[in-house]
């Protein structure tokens, strides 16, 4: 059985920094790409960033120059470096990795909360 599992968010001023890290884990062929998607309430999930399993990398237009996504491949993990944090950056990050079992499916982990407030 496959599990994300995500650590680092929490409670931030603007302009403070946090890393998100998120390591995969169970019986598994290979990890393909990596990455993070965030909600926030009453909004649309949307891509943060990814990148793949030879660190090609693709940022949204709203974290480019601030966030910083990195990958360990020999340990299955993915990170992101967030700095320069604005309110607008709060919700709940969700890790996300694609990953060939039987074959090649998503799989998401539970979700961390990033709240960026003075």
């Known amino acids: 059985q496959v599990q994300l599992v995500e650590s680092g968010g929490g409670l931030v001023q603007p302009g403070g920094s946090l890393r998100l890290s998120c390591a995969a884990s169970g019986s598994f062929f290979s990890v393909n790409t990596m990455g993070w998607y965030r909600q926030a309430p009453g909004k649309q999930r949307e891509l943060v960033a990814d990148?793949?399993?030879?660190?090609?990398?693709t940022y949204s237009d709203s974290v480019k120059g601030r966030f910083t996504i990195s990958r360990d491949n020999a340990k299955n993990t993915v990170y992101l470096r967030m700095t320069d944090l604005k309110p607008e950056d709060t919700a709940v990050y969700y890790c996300?990795?694609?990953?060939?079992?039987?074959?090649?499916?998503?799989?998401w982990g539970q979700g961390t909360q990033v709240t960026v407030s003075s």
């Open positions: 990148i793949s399993s030879v660190h090609s990398i």
């Open positions: 996300y990795a694609s990953i060939w079992v039987e074959t090649m499916d998503d799989y």
